[in-house]
């Protein structure tokens, strides 16, 4: 949790920064970090979630010199990804301007978004390392090179936006510094560590192997991702078609910054339950799975109802660490309280994605945030803002009826509530990844003597049923005839 609280702070220690500047750099400097937030950002930090799956079952199933090829395959892929998103910043001013953005936003938010591009290709292999390190249970890395990089990203902000006037945009190269900075820390830790010789043997050529394969996963892990941060970004982007859109944008901005940093703690909780799940499932213990998933949804509830009591309890001074301005503090005090509302929802939300990713389910995943978000939030949000006239006030409520469809709806699918349905007699049982197979494959074996015979691939052997249909019937309805005796799989999982 501490770990990916210090990761989250970057980026807002820098529109902290900018906010002291004045009204239109920090309404500029907002609207330029939700639009990096739905174009990049979230489409690297989605992608290379599927590490979660991957690793963590590998892991599970020890066989540890995956991780090392899954992790090199993912910067493969996020590499190229990156440029054409650097394209697409260098043209941000511009674009904002196409979609009506007020010209002085547009302009600011264009010039700080450029000085943004580099931190596109640092940000990319840094997920990809602390996703590495996390699936391994290595936390106390993670923690401490965050916790140096968010330090050292106070200083150089600084340095660069005040002692050397570079203003925003000195802000905007400080994140590059500082992802720097941490992605260097971690990589050292992985090349020095003996804790991670087994599972970084070096530089394989097997990493550019099965690339088609690995976006398999890594898109729907992408649109599980992005379709949630999407949403937010959105309204932000939304808020300067509002009356006073500078107010607007920057008010807005600060509200969901200060939900993305308490969001961190239950993004915390499904990094450590997705790690859990999948070490479990990959070592064939789906009970110890399900196990922990209740334990880590009562730890949500927990801490969703002192984070909010938190919210409320500093409504009235939270808005002087953005702005000197009366009015921009006055408004974010009256949004607090939407905000702590909304937290009790988005804590249990994030707590059921994190088992989701463990589990490799990111396309249902994909699934339930495309209503919830979509058919739900996003148009709540233009009528509340637009038609009542309720501004951002009324996009932050839209919030609370997009958690709650989420969350009433995650469970009724979530593969959780069948982890521990299917269990396997036998002496043993194991789960492996095949190193010269296609990602995602899986095989459950057993060491006892009644185990036998051959399975055609992807098919369950007796029934000739397909592997995805004996997958789902396992994981949401346990119809699966508990009494086959032999299950080995090459079909691809997801």
Not at 100 to 106: K, L, N, R, S
Not at 184 to 206: D, H, N, Q, V
Not at 333 to 356: E, K
Request: hydrophobic share 50%; charged share 10%.
């Amino acid at each position: 949790i501490v770990g990916s609280l210090l990761q989250n702070v970057v980026q807002m220690i820098s529109v902290m920064f900018v906010g002291h500047l004045g009204e239109l750099d920090l309404s500029s400097a907002s609207i330029a970090t939700s639009f990096a937030g739905v174009t990049g950002f979230s489409l690297l930090a989605g992608m290379s979630s599927s590490l979660d799956t991957l690793c963590g079952q590998a892991f599970g199933a020890k066989q540890y010199h995956l991780l090392g090829i899954y992790k090199q395959r993912a910067i493969l892929v996020l590499t190229p990804l990156s440029v054409v998103v650097a394209v697409i910043w260098a043209y941000t001013g511009q674009i904002l301007l196409f979609f009506g953005q007020d010209p002085e936003i547009a302009m600011g938010a264009g010039s700080y978004i450029r000085w943004m591009i580099p931190a596109l290709f640092v940000y990319g292999p840094l997920q990809c390392h602390v996703r590495f390190l996390q699936t391994q249970n290595i936390v106390h890395p993670v923690m401490l090179s965050s916790g140096v990089t968010a330090l050292n990203h106070i200083l150089v902000c600084w340095l660069l936006v005040y002692k050397l006037g570079l203003g925003n945009k000195g802000a905007a190269l400080a994140n590059t510094i500082s992802y720097l900075t941490n992605l260097l820390i971690l990589a050292l830790y992985i090349r020095l560590s003996p804790s991670c010789k087994r599972t970084w043997t070096g530089l394989s050529m097997e990493a550019f192997r099965d690339i088609l394969s690995f976006l398999r996963l890594a898109v729907p892990s992408a649109l599980m991702v992005c379709l949630e941060w999407w949403s937010f970004e959105l309204l932000v982007l939304f808020s300067g078609f509002l009356p006073n859109p500078k107010l607007e944008a920057s008010v807005l901005s600060i509200s969901l910054n200060t939900l993305s940093l308490v969001f961190r703690i239950p993004s915390g909780l499904g990094a450590a339950i997705s790690t859990r799940v999948s070490n479990e499932l990959g070592a064939g213990r789906p009970e110890a799975a399900r196990l922990a998933t209740h334990v880590i949804m009562a730890l949500g509830l927990v801490s969703s109802v002192s984070v909010g009591l938190a919210i409320i309890l500093v409504r009235n001074l939270w808005g002087y660490a953005y702005s000197n301005e009366k009015e921009v503090v006055e408004y974010i005090a009256r949004m607090m309280p939407i905000l702590a509302m909304t937290f009790l929802f988005d804590d249990l939300q994030c707590v059921l994605s994190g088992i989701v990713r463990g589990c490799g389910f990111q396309k249902i995943g994909a699934y339930v945030n495309l209503s919830a978000y979509y058919l739900v939030g996003i148009p709540a949000a233009l009528y509340f803002a637009f038609v009542y006239h309720l501004g951002g006030m009324g996009a932050v409520v839209r919030i609370n009826l997009r958690a709650c469809r989420a969350d009433s709806v995650a469970p009724v699918h979530h593969p959780a509530n069948q982890l521990g349905q299917r269990s396997f007699e036998g002496k043993g049982q194991g789960f492996q990844f095949f190193p010269a197979c296609r990602l995602g494959n899986m095989r459950h074996t057993r060491q006892d003597a009644q185990f036998s015979g051959e399975i055609s691939q992807g098919d369950v052997h007796g029934d000739k049923e397909p592997m995805r249909n004996w997958l789902l019937k396992w994981c949401f309805t346990g119809m699966c005839n508990s009494s086959q005796k032999h299950l080995e799989i090459g079909d691809p999982l997801w």
